[in-house]
């Protein structure tokens, strides 16, 4: 079965250089998530999006934006990068937002390993 | 705003030794409970969830979890544990923020650490 894609898996960048992370959610998922995980870190929510609008935002840096396309695919864009940016990135995908069960499990990508030089 | 509390951050288990792990919630309404699991170098996985009806959740590879209402618990056990159960757990309450949109939250994990 299709899974949540993530591109790049690795990337190493300097400091205040850019980096995009992209995300492909599992077809006919409308509903894309990000966590950010630091070293020995629980994941942290950063920023979901239902039908390429924002649905809810954590804990997302200013330097971070990110955005979902009219194919529901998601661009994490980080600008000024930090040390302390360095991090995997995972992003996650459901089916929709308001369901009857009340809830919709996540299904995750394998994420995407930020280095910080 | 919710919470997730998981009480043991490190526990190391020899081989066929019974498991739990506490997992505790902070949230007036409805949630719906997960736990995840995250093997070495690899993304997370569901393991088990609870939406609603009976309390006690059966999952993959033998584990369990049981949702005690009354004392905001969701506690992930397995009566004998091998060794390629070692990796790290992550307990996760899935609520709605203010615009109706579904929001998970996680707790800070447990790594588990499975001796032969």
């Known amino acids: 079965a299709a899974g949540v894609i993530q591109s790049p898996r690795h990337l190493i960048k300097e400091k205040r250089e850019t980096a995009t992370l992209k995300c492909y959610p599992i077809p006919r998922h409308d509903t894309v998530y990000w966590y950010q995980q630091g070293p020995g870190q629980d994941p942290q929510f950063l920023i979901s999006?239902?039908?390429?609008?924002?649905?809810d935002k954590g804990s997302i840096p200013d330097r971070f934006s990110a955005q979902q396309f009219s194919d529901y695919h998601s661009e994490l864009n980080m600008s000024s990068l930090e040390l302390g940016d360095s991090a995997l990135y995972f992003c996650?995908?459901?089916?929709?937002?308001?369901?009857?069960?009340?809830?919709?499990?996540?299904?995750f990508g394998a994420g995407s390993r930020l280095t910080v030089l | 705003a919710q919470s997730v509390s998981q009480h043991n951050h490190h526990v190391i288990l020899s081989e066929a030794a019974s498991l739990e792990l506490g997992c505790n919630y902070s949230?007036?309404?409805?949630?719906?409970l997960f736990w995840y699991v995250q093997y070495p170098g690899q993304h997370l996985q569901l393991l088990l969830k609870y939406f609603s009806g009976d309390p006690l959740v059966k999952g993959i590879k033998g584990f369990e979890a049981e949702f005690i209402k009354s004392k905001f618990s969701f506690n992930l056990r397995k009566p004998s544990v091998q060794w390629s159960d070692t990796a790290e757990y992550f307990c996760?309450?899935?609520?709605?923020?203010?615009?109706?949109?579904?929001?998970?939250?996680f707790g800070t994990g447990t790594k588990l650490q499975v001796i032969p």
């Open positions: 949230y007036g309404g409805t949630v719906n």
């Open positions: 996650a995908s459901s089916p929709g937002q308001v369901e009857v069960s009340g809830a919709n499990v996540l299904t």
């Open positions: 999006f239902y039908e390429k609008m924002q649905s």
């Open positions: 996760a309450v899935n609520t709605r923020n203010s615009g109706g949109y579904q929001k998970v939250t």
